[in-house]
């Protein structure tokens, strides 16, 4: 037994009531022991865990084994309505009695048990506590289905866990075992077959008529679990390396009709991440989507969120930011099944789209959502996403009061996880803040520590435009201060033109930054005082906010092209039509239908200045 103990337990285990309760007496008369209920149950619990200790050291060796296995079949038999809340103790006691099957089979189950409640480090240590267990020869034996499951639940659980490097080694060790697909050694030859089966699938994709027409094999559905696992944990990390090494496996995908295979149509509608996060092709992208979507995915509870997560992804990168679905009916589910990471990735990506509308109430209740869950179930994922959507919405809304009150903490927490990718976008929004309070030596470092990330990671739009943002933002802000006969002036002006072409470039890749990049070329050119050029971006910046409805955005474009368009030395005095003052107003009424108090503000300094 161990510190606490039930009395039913004990009653069960021991040969005579009358000695049990005379020596329970006894030890709580001297204070040893003190009795309580727990669940209408009587319990007691050593006062002092030395005194469990010392009671438990003076029983024989062979005794202690004997009371255990009393104890545990006394725990089975008397709690047997609710035995899923003692699985870790009978582990504990079959493992003290020396019954290695036993203690492997309650450790299965009180990590099943942790991750249907949500804690999966506990799970973990449980699983892998069991596999220790195993004997190398059924470990080997890749005919062992129970053993091949535990191993996938311990992948599965290192990627939910934020451990990505350790969760893609070991798919791959898995994906090696269990199937007949190989990996390259080299990492020039994975490079040239990526980038050849990227490729290939591309075309597969969209010739599907010509492909898509084999019968699955047994063991495909293992293949695909596993492949979704890996992609899944290569894409949080290096995106480059998710599309090298996850097309060969894409392109035999799509050799079969596996209309009818959940684990195939999840990894297909995850794959479609290859062209819409990279940018390469959103029409391929769609078309998967559509696929999936067509075949009667949401039939499959926990393919569906997947589904919803890559769908939600997707329409984050192209604009589509009209949500139609119930958001909390999607999370309960995804909760409910135990899709914990998806569902995450889903509040995130929905928190985003929020944001861009301009809707700060439901971008607050989603951020609180995800460090609610950071911190009920004690994921790592779910708080560096919750940090990761705190600082871009407070950025956006312009609420940096409370952003400095997370600060701190977000870069701590999100630096504990050693997500290049977030620490980039971590610190950039940093920068971008720090140069909204005119605080430049702040933002200096805070972008410093984003280049010193920035390398490890491939330019994905979604991290790379915000690092961009910063960059270039703050160069803007040097370049007021230099002279044309300073040195600094032509390098910094020629990185301003190249990263403001490139921040463009890249935001036609994630909407969502095309306005304010167009904003930030149209102010590089108001620097230079070229008027028609700083015209035509302001334009473009309209036009884009208006297209996609990113109503943040739109808002500061009009007050931007009202200020410009005010200014006296700016010889047009109208754009679209619209002057200078009726620009103003379409901003100021925006500002306050959002309530952007800081945009207020700005708005309220202008029109007394002018």
């Known amino acids: 037994m161990g510190r606490n103990f039930y009395y039913k337990v004990l009653e069960e285990a021991t040969d005579t009531i009358e000695e049990l309760d005379e020596r329970l007496a006894y030890l709580t008369d001297v204070q040893l022991i003190s009795e309580s209920k727990k669940k209408e149950e009587i319990e007691y619990l050593f006062k002092h865990a030395l005194a469990q200790q010392l009671t438990y050291d003076s029983m024989m060796q062979q005794s202690r084994i004997d009371s255990h296995n009393k104890i545990a ?55 892998e506590e069991a596999l220790e267990l195993v004997p190398e020869s059924r470990r080997l034996d890749k005919s062992d289905i129970q053993i091949r499951d535990l191993e996938i639940k311990i992948a599965n659980l290192y990627r939910v866990t934020g451990k990505n490097l350790e969760a893609a080694e070991r798919y791959r060790q898995l994906i090696s075992k269990y199937t007949n697909h190989y990996f390259m050694k080299s990492e020039m030859f994975t490079k040239y077959r990526g980038i050849l089966n990227l490729m290939v699938f591309f075309f597969m994709v969209n010739n599907r008529r010509l492909f898509f027409g084999k019968k699955v094999y047994e063991g495909f559905e293992i293949f695909m679990k596993l492949t979704y696992g890996f992609g899944m944990s290569l894409i949080s990390m290096n995106s480059r390396q998710f599309a090298l090494e996850t097309s060969p496996i894409m392109t035999r995908v799509c050799r079969y009709d596996f209309r009818n295979s959940p684990e195939a149509l999840r990894l297909y509608s995850t794959s479609s991440a290859l062209f819409s996060m990279t940018g390469l092709s959103f029409t391929t992208s769609r078309k998967m989507i559509n696929f999936v979507e067509d075949t009667g995915i949401r039939n499959d509870p926990n393919g569906y969120i ?28 995804g909760l409910r099944v135990g899709n914990f990471w998806d569902t995450v990735t889903y509040i995130m990506y929905s928190g985003l789209v929020h944001v861009e509308s301009g809707e700060c109430k439901k971008f607050l209740e989603l951020k609180d959502k995800l460090l609610y869950l950071a911190d009920t179930f004690d994921d790592s994922y779910s708080g560096s996403q919750g940090y990761r959507l705190a600082a871009l919405g407070f950025y956006k809304f312009r609420m940096f009061d409370k952003f400095n009150a997370i600060a701190k903490e977000g870069a701590k927490y999100i630096g504990n996880t050693e997500n290049s990718a977030l620490l980039v976008v ?7 803040i720090h140069l909204n309070l005119g605080d430049l030596k702040n933002a200096d470092k805070a972008i410093i520590i984003a280049e010193q990330w920035k390398d490890k990671i ?17 160069d803007l802000e040097k370049f007021k201060s ?3 006969s300073d040195q600094h002036f032509r390098q910094t002006l020629k990185e301003i033109k190249s990263n403001s072409n490139k921040l463009i470039a890249q ?7 095309l306005t304010e990049a167009y904003l930030l070329k149209a102010k590089s ?86």
């Open 73 to 127: 079949r006394s725990i089975e038999k008397v709690f047997a309505n609710n035995i899923n809340e003692y699985y870790s103790t009978l582990a504990y006691h079959y493992e003290k009695a020396e019954n290695k099957e036993k203690t492997e089979e309650y450790l299965i189950k009180a990590g099943d048990e942790a991750i249907r409640t949500g804690a999966s480090s506990e799970a973990l240590n449980f699983y």
């Open 426 to 432: 971590y610190h950039s929004i940093e920068s971008l």
């Open 482 to 484: 230099l002279i044309k």
């Open 458 to 474: 491939s330019n994905v739009p979604v991290y790379h435009t915000q690092y961009l943002l910063a960059r270039l933002k703050l």
């Open 507 to 513: 935001s036609k890749k994630l909407i969502a930054n």
């Open 525 to 610: 050119y108001q620097l230079l005082t070229k008027n028609q050029k700083v015209l035509k971006y302001l334009q473009l910046a309209i036009q884009t906010g208006e297209k996609y409805n990113g109503r943040l955005e739109l808002s500061r474009a009009y007050f931007e092209t009202g200020k410009f368009l005010s200014d006296p030395k700016t010889k047009q005095q109208q754009l679209n039509g619209l002057t200078g003052k009726d620009y103003l107003e379409k901003a100021r009424t925006m500002f306050e239908e959002m309530d952007l108090q800081w945009d207020l503000e700005e708005y309220r300094k202008f029109v007394q200045q002018s």
């Open 306 to 333: 997947s589904f919803m997560m890559i769908k939600r992804m997707h329409h984050y990168y192209t604009g589509n930011w009209d949500i139609q679905e119930d958001q909390n009916t999607v999370v309960n589910q």
